[in-house]
């Protein structure tokens, strides 16, 4: 087989195959449009991710006899047209395993499920279906992937062009190891999702709206509490996919509050909370927006923050713990029972100086007079109080 060798394969095409590889794991990428990248990086006509699955007590108790479950998880195969070719001749023509109903799926290929691959290698049928997709010398690596599973990375070259030579083989085999990695970091960002979708639904379950936003606001998940305060659209909304208070001075408090936690650097130390105050049109009790970075540096080994967690407390959803009469009661002022309601209820005292837009010290210092009135000196100890004379 000599003459066209296809595409010379360069470090700068191999990189950018790479790029690809790693950009489809968070979803960026297509995993079709980075394998075809690989295909056309080593001169190929298509490229594929395969898993062959094996019961992993078989594996334990003897990995030289497993028959692994071959199966495709990418392909940079279209095969529309060739399933459509396969149920109108090829079934006719499979000297193999005729009873197998379906050889190919919409969207990948599965020798395995028409015959041994080797023996079908070998057919007619496989020679013809090569002159099809024009593909036709098959390079594999073959990598652990999980305690039960083996990672197949397969390209097939055009059969006008020659095999892999040494150096090719090396490259594709360094491919076939960073394919195996970019597949456990998707694995890893999928679990992590799902982990993320669940733990914005216990926060939502305790009354608290959760965002999850970029440093720009863009919304990337939020919680059936923060959908419901977006759509009342009193103090906050979500506009064209952005976190947006509706007043100028709160937008610019957010943005400010994000450039803070996320900046465009580095961040030299673990930052605190930033408290972002966003008064409603209806006069109701502003929102208290608690912003904190949410980082994924465990994965990306990278110290900058991607996103940041916006939390609000919805006040509407808490009934005053403190009434007029309960505050006569125990001799407390107006301000000491506002305080007094708020330390009850879970707030910190920067939360509580943000929502009542008094200082911090100024919390501290009612916070000691009523625990003196109370002659109390824990807040559970307050909350028990409150909550018996209600």
Known sequence: MGGFRGVALDSKSFDGALDKVYRA???????????????????????AVAVERSDIAQVRRDPLSITPT???????????DIEQLYYAQYH???????????????SVLRMHDVCDVAAFARSAYYQDLCRRIDCFHLGRFTARFDADSQLRVVV????????????ELVLFRALGGHIARALRIQRQVTQMGATLVAALEALGRNGRAAFLVDRDGRISQMNAKAEAICALGD?????????????????????????????????TAPKGSTFVVIHRSSAA??????????????????PVAATALVTIE??????????????????????????????????????????????LNTVKTHRKRIYAKLGVARRVELAAILNARR
Do not use: K, Y
Request: glycine share 6%; charged share 25%.
């Open 25 to 47: 794991t968070t979803g960026e990428v297509d995993w079709h449009d980075a394998l075809l990248r690989v295909a056309a990086a080593f001169g190929a006509s298509c490229a």
């Open 70 to 80: 071959p199966e495709t998880l990418h392909s940079s195969l279209q095969t529309r």
């Open 92 to 106: 006719r023509l499979d000297p193999f395993r005729p009873e197998v109903g379906v050889a190919l799926t919409p």
């Open 156 to 167: 097939n070259r055009s059969r006008e062009s020659e095999p892999f030579d040494e150096r």
């Open 235 to 267: 103090g906050l909304t979500a506009r064209h996919g952005r976190l947006v208070p509706q007043e100028a001075s709160a937008q610019r408090q957010l943005r400010a509050a994000l450039t803070f936690q996320l900046g465009e650097g580095p961040t």
């Open 285 to 302: 009790m502003p929102f208290v927006a608690e912003v904190t970075p949410f980082a994924f540096d465990v994965l990306w080994s990278t």
């Open 314 to 359: 919805d006040p509407d959803s808490q009934r005053p713990i403190v009434s007029e009469s309960v505050a006569a009661a125990l001799s407390l002022t107006r301000s000491e029972t506002r305080v007094a309601g708020l330390l009850a209820g879970g707030r910190s005292e920067r939360e509580i100086a943000a929502a009542l837009a008094v200082s």
